[in-house]
């Protein structure tokens, strides 16, 4: 049997290979994905994958005469019904064939092959940092060419932009919370009501917007009572927000939009130099891989600044 499952391997392994050699309907099945849910951990993304690859095969060989295949049929469908990381490695030990078939580099490869298609379009999918979980990357799939006006206008009103852009000011002007001094791109829910007050919104309607928001992945909540812009709302709004507020760095000093010194994306969760007044900020995940690889120079990445990198404070 064992003779067969290496033939078995190099089988599956081709077609995957002729799957996603080039653009086709593994891709436009992984893009509908993507963009159904916006945004999607690299993790669960990779999984999808390997169920997309397993059903397809499963439809090509559904009428196999080959008894062997057929097995192999029987056993990726019940695999299917009940899928994770447990049925999935199981049905490949079973079979020997190659660990996970799918792996990152493949995610990386079809993603580039789907944008190169969607590049023409002004969209594209975009991986960043997870800002809750460190170590962990996100996909994203995000408008390029649309102003942050026409990217909201097409779902709410003047007034509720009007609304959005307050929130939006009140987490940007001054990212530093006025009794603890600590930064933070977030603002409370209760603040954020009050501003739909201020601008003649029912408590409602304020809390439909902000709970239309987030079901829209443009925000998300924190701690259960702060707000802040998700991932999706950061990267669609990114070039809008570097324009408006400005990117904090040694050239714009009182910019206050924070980049990360590891990665060079935009974010509002990471750990930061404890001097107020440097540019320096980090995911949690690229802080950890810069500490450690810094086995000598534990000083600031800003060449203005005394602090050590040991020191950083995390802020969310």
Request: glycine content about 4%.
């Amino acid at each position: 049997m064992a003779e067969y499952n290496q033939g078995q391997s190099l089988r599956i392994s081709e077609e995957f290979s002729n799957l996603t050699l080039h653009y086709g309907s593994f891709h436009r099945a992984i893009l509908q994905y993507i963009m159904s849910i916006k945004t999607v951990p690299e993790a669960e993304l990779l999984q999808y994958m390997q169920r997309c690859l397993l059903s397809t095969i499963l439809d090509s060989y559904m009428d196999t005469q080959d008894v062997n295949m057929s097995q192999f049929v029987q056993e990726t469908a019940v695999a299917l019904q009940h899928f994770s990381d447990e049925s999935y490695g199981e049905l490949l030990d079973k079979w020997e064939l190659e660990d996970s078939l799918v792996n990152a580099d493949d995610v990386h490869r079809i993603i580039r092959q789907i944008n190169e298609k969607l590049n023409n379009l002004d969209f594209q999918v975009v991986r960043c940092a997870d800002q809750e979980e460190a170590d962990k990357s996100v996909y994203i799939f995000v408008n390029k060419a649309s102003t942050a006006s026409i990217k909201l206008s097409t779902s709410y009103t003047e007034k509720q932009i009007e609304v959005i852009n307050k929130l939006i000011e009140h987490m940007f002007v001054d990212p530093f919370d006025k009794s603890t001094g600590e930064l933070t791109y977030s603002i409370s829910k209760n603040a954020a009501r009050n501003i739909g007050r201020d601008l003649n919104m029912s408590v409602y309607e304020a809390e439909q917007l902000l709970n239309d928001l987030q079901a829209k992945d443009w925000i998300q909540t924190y701690q259960n009572s702060k707000i802040m812009l998700s991932a999706r709302g950061l990267m669609e709004l990114k070039p809008y927000l570097a324009n408006l507020f400005e990117i904090r760095s040694a050239e714009t000093p009182l910019g206050a939009v924070s980049v990360c010194d590891g990665c060079k994306e935009i974010l509002n969760r990471g750990v930061a130099c404890p001097n107020a007044d440097c540019y320096v900020r980090f995911h949690a995940g690229c802080y950890g891989l810069v500490k450690s690889s810094r086995t000598n120079d534990h000083s600031c990445s800003n060449k203005e600044c005394t602090q050590v990198i040991d020191d950083f404070v995390v802020f969310n």
